[in-house]
């Protein structure tokens, strides 16, 4: 009776170092699969916030051009500002269309 009372234990203890390795495996595993996910978000959450951040920009550019246009010029001094920065705006969209 005692051998097979030993022999139930021994089973025991062997079962549950089998179910601790297993879970310990799967543990660290999943760990690994989830930093990954984890770093793959964020660099596409960077990406998104470079883009808004560029939308943002392009969105101030329109709407200062839209006012200049709307509101009269009320100088020759001014509207002579205003042509320059057209003109510099202008050269600049050239260059990057050539670099592109």
């Given at each position: 009776?005692?051998?097979?009372?030993?022999?139930?234990?021994?089973c025991?203890?062997?079962?549950?170092?089998?179910?601790?390795?297993?879970?310990?495996?799967?543990?660290?595993?999943?760990?690994?699969?989830?930093?990954?996910?984890?770093?793959?978000?964020?660099?596409?959450?960077?990406?998104?916030e470079?883009?808004?951040?560029?939308?943002?920009?392009?969105?101030?550019?329109?709407?200062?051009?839209?006012?200049?246009?709307?509101?009269?010029?009320?100088?020759?001094?001014?509207a002579?500002?205003?042509?320059?920065?057209?003109?510099?705006?202008?050269?600049?969209?050239?260059?990057?269309?050539?670099?592109?």
């Amino acid at each position: 009776m005692s051998m097979f009372i030993n022999q139930m234990l021994g089973c025991l203890l062997i079962a549950a170092g089998i179910g601790g390795a297993v879970g310990w495996l799967l543990r660290h595993v999943s760990a690994g699969k989830d930093a990954q996910l984890l770093a793959d978000v964020t660099a596409m959450m960077r990406i998104k916030e470079q883009m808004l951040e560029k939308a943002r920009y392009e969105l101030r550019e329109a709407t200062a051009k839209l006012q200049a246009i709307e509101s009269p010029v009320t100088a020759p001094q001014e509207a002579e500002q205003h042509l320059l920065q057209l003109k510099m705006q202008a050269k600049d969209n050239e260059s990057l269309e050539k670099a592109a």
